[in-house]
């Protein structure tokens, strides 16, 4: 079974950073697109930014307008891990923060749609 587990998160003042991990498990995990999401209370899911496989088979990045400029995706292979540089925090960004994974190829416009397996999340705090 996929296995995703998150870490990093925290509280931060705003204007501060974090990294978030994920480590991955369970897979090729090579083949497969990853992606962040986060869910703040009383709101619905969102998804932030992600490394995804598209149809020439090379990854690629995709930021939400919420976050593009502020935070970085990356991948260490070697280790299976997925990370999130949240830089500029703001209080808004509060919420808590979820690993993703999919293996299908995606497009840019459905980057952040359709991951069948999620971790169990970590908290960011800005405040």
């Known amino acids: 079974d996929v296995q995703l587990v998150e870490s990093g998160g925290g509280l931060v003042q705003p204007g501060g950073s974090l990294r978030l991990s994920c480590a991955a498990s369970g897979y090729t995990y090579t083949a497969i697109s990853m992606a962040w999401f986060r869910q703040a209370p009383g709101k619905e899911r969102e998804g932030v930014a992600c490394l995804y496989i598209g149809v020439d088979t090379t990854y690629n990045t995709y930021y939400s307008d919420s976050v593009k400029d502020r935070f970085t995706v990356s991948r260490d292979n070697p280790k299976n891990t997925l990370y999130l540089r949240l830089n500029s925090l703001k209080t808004e960004d509060s919420a808590m923060y979820y690993c993703?994974?999919?293996?299908?190829?995606?497009?840019?416009?459905?980057?952040?749609?359709?991951?069948?397996?999620y971790g169990q999340g970590t908290q960011v705090t800005v405040s």
């Open positions: 993703a994974a999919d293996g299908r190829v995606k497009t840019s416009s459905r980057a952040l749609r359709d991951y069948d397996h």
